[in-house]
C-alpha cells in the first residue's frame, strides 16, 4: 500500500470525533515512508491471532509499529502482527520452525537480519 492509501483507510476504520482527524493525518504524513509499504494483511499467513482492534480502530496513528523489514522494506503492523513477526525473526535465529511460512514476504522473514520493533520515523 501508499502513503495516501493507508491513511484513507485509516481514516475510514478510525472511531474518534471529525475534528481529530487533522491530527491523525499529520501523524501518519510523518510517520510512514513515502514508498509502498507492507501491511497486517500481507501478513495473514504468519498470524493464527487476529489483527487488534484497538490499534487499528482507535488510535492507529501512534498504536500500529513501522518496522524495518528489509534494507528498503517497511511494514505498518498492529501488536497482534508485530508480535507474530517477532517469533517469527526469533524462531530464525534459533533454527526453530515457529511455522511454515509461505507467501510474498517468506523470504523477507526467514532471512530478516534487520528488525528494530517500534521504529518511528
Known sequence: MTKLEIIAKTIAELSCPSDYIEVVTAE??????????????????????????TCHTFYAHYDMDLIKIQEDEWAW????????IRLQVQSNASNTEV????????????????????VRR
Not at 515512508?33 to 487476529?50: G, Y
Not at 503492523?77 to 507474530?84: E, G, I, K, R
Not at 511455522?99 to 528494530?116: F, I, N
Open 28 to 53: 501518519l504524513r510523518r510517520r510512514l515512508p513515502d514508498q509502498a509499504i507492507t501491511t497486517c494483511d500481507d501478513f495473514a499467513v504468519l498470524s493464527e491471532r487476529k489483527c487488534c482492534e
Open 99 to 118: 511455522r511454515d511460512m509461505s507467501g510474498p514476504h517468506a523470504k523477507a522473514l526467514h532471512s530478516a537480519r534487520v528488525l528494530p520493533l517500534g
Open 77 to 84: 503492523v498492529c501488536c497482534s502482527v508485530c508480535d507474530a
